[in-house]
């Protein structure tokens, strides 16, 4: 087998009203229901699938928890402004601009924390 690319991932959140906030109104996204209810955020031709902590979606990780991931989305937004939209709506930048190193090359980082305590990064190419 060999992988082409990424479909979609899941996160455990404890509020999907609260994550959906999060990601609709600081990143972007789209909000988007499908399959009997369950809540996904589209963004480009991907999708994250919100399972709430409560009652987790079989099947699911071994140990579902929100808070645990560390996640990297790439916008074509410079990531200062990016940084200045997000002061507007209270969320905290806990780091950068900083130099890191992506799948495809060099990029220029900020992170924050989503609702959950996931670490997020948001980035531009360099």
């Excluded at 902590?53 to 410079?78: M, Q």
């Excluded at 940084?83 to 130099?99: C, M, N, Q, R």
Aim: hydrophobic fraction near 40%; aromatic fraction near 4%; proline fraction near 7%.
């Amino acid at each position: 087998m060999r992988s082409v690319t990424l479909d979609h991932l899941v996160l455990t959140v404890a509020d999907i009203e609260q994550t959906c906030r999060f990601y609709v109104d600081g990143l972007g996204m789209e909000r988007r229901a499908f399959a009997g209810g369950r809540v996904a955020l589209h963004f480009g031709r991907q999708k994250i699938n919100l399972h709430p902590a409560s009652a987790p979606i079989a099947p699911h990780a071994r140990r579902p928890t929100p808070g645990s991931a560390d996640l990297c989305f790439l916008t074509a937004t410079p990531v200062e402004a990016v940084a200045a939209a997000l002061a507007k709506l209270g969320i905290d930048i806990v780091e950068g601009p900083v130099e890191r190193s992506g799948a495809q090359g060099p990029l220029r980082s900020i992170y924050c924390h989503d609702p959950d305590g996931n670490l997020i990064e948001i980035a531009n190419r360099r």
